[in-house]
């Protein structure tokens, strides 16, 4: 078995940029602004947009956070957002999921203007996706491409099965899959709460990419010899003996799993340390589209 290490190829990536950040500064030129807006007070939320901020510190971009107070109106954050997409001097920002209940999350996404669409989300965006368009792809099915291409894993005619058919996880997944490309032309079945016998895919598929957010679900009789394993799960767990109050847990029984996979990503350490990388990617492609 062979990890699937996001650590060190978003590290690599962040240097990447980091390099031709250094580059436009030396040539005076307008280095790239990546923002973020923040509703409400959520933990996890708060530690993802925190570290897109020292993402961005660390490669050179600006960064401008905004938060707001769960109590506020549709209608006022989507004035905040109106702003943001006329702001020159921004190149692209993000809407933090999920959203307060009172808030119309399509509404929101609809509001974004595309060309600053970094998450990749707003309908004309993922359209472009589905059509193998060159556009802002989803940062963590993203991360996963970049993951399989770096690793030279073998995509190619392999059934792949997703678990899970989210807006930024599952669905974007299955098409990247499936497009006619390096990473992609994989055989996709997409499968989901309503799932019968999930099993039978899941034990005969090449690749398995979990993204339900359940804890240790895919477990080792579910996956078949020599099976590619990436697990997008992250749910905090409470743990009196970790000193943050809780651990990360995936949707792998990695333990068990490992010993059967040919790859394998951890978590932490696998497919969210690569989803940062790739919003640092999508904001230096906003950046280029303008210039
Ligand atoms: N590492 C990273 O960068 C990221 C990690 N995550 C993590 O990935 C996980 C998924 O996130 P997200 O896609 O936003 O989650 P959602 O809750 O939006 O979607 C979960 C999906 O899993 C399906 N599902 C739920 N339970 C089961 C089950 N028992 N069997 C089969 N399918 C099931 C749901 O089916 P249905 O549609 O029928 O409800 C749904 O399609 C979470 O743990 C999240 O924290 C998310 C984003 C980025
Ligand atoms: N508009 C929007 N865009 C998103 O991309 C988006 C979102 N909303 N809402 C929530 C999910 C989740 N997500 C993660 C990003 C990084 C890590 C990450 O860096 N994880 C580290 C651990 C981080 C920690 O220690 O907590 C790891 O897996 O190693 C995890 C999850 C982006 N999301
Ligand atoms: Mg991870």
């Known amino acids: 078995m062979q990890i699937l290490d996001g650590i060190k190829l978003a590290k690599e990536i962040k240097q990447e940029i980091k390099e031709l950040v250094q580059n436009y500064k030396d040539q005076g030129v307008r280095v790239p602004h990546l923002g973020a807006i923040l509703v409400g007070s959520n933990g ?32 006022d954050l989507i004035a905040e ?59 963590t099915p993203y991360g ?8 030279n894993i073998d995509t190619a005619g392999k059934h792949t099965v997703v678990i899970g058919r989210s807006r930024i996880v599952g669905r974007p997944m299955s098409i990247l899959m499936s497009k006619n490309g390096n990473p992609g032309n994989s055989t996709v079945t997409l499968t989901h709460s309503k799932t019968k016998n999930l099993e039978q895919f899941t034990k005969e598929a090449d690749i398995v990419i979990t993204a339900l957010g359940v804890p240790g679900f895919l477990k080792a009789d579910m996956v078949k010899d020599g099976a590619v394993i990436v697990d997008v799960g992250i749910t905090r767990v409470d743990d009196e003996t970790n000193p943050r109050g809780f651990r990360l847990a995936g949707d792998v029984d990695f333990d068990n799993v490992k010993e059967k996979a040919s790859w394998i990503t951890p978590v932490p350490g696998g497919v969210g ?19």
Not at 44 to 71: M, W
Not at 87 to 105: A, E, R, S
Not at 144 to 151: A, D, P, Q, S, V
Request: proline letters at 6%.
């Open 273 to 291: 340390p690569m989803t940062r990388a790739m919003l640092l990617k999508n904001t230096l492609l906003a950046c280029n589209n303008k210039k």
């Open 81 to 139: 957002i109106e702003k943001w997409n006329n702001d020159d001097t921004l190149d692209g920002f993000i809407v933090q999921l999920p959203l307060p209940k009172h808030i119309d999350q399509e509404a929101v996404i609809n509001a974004i203007d595309p060309k600053k669409d970094v998450d990749g989300f707003h309908p004309m965006n993922f359209g472009k996706m589905a059509l193998e368009m060159e556009t802002f792809l989803p940062a």
């Open 44 to 75: 996890a939320s708060q530690t993802y947009v925190d570290n897109k901020i020292k993402d961005c510190h660390f490669v050179g971009f600006e960064s401008s956070e905004l938060r707001l107070p769960d109590t506020i109106s549709q209608e």
């Open 144 to 151: 996963i491409m970049e993951m399989l291409e770096r690793y």
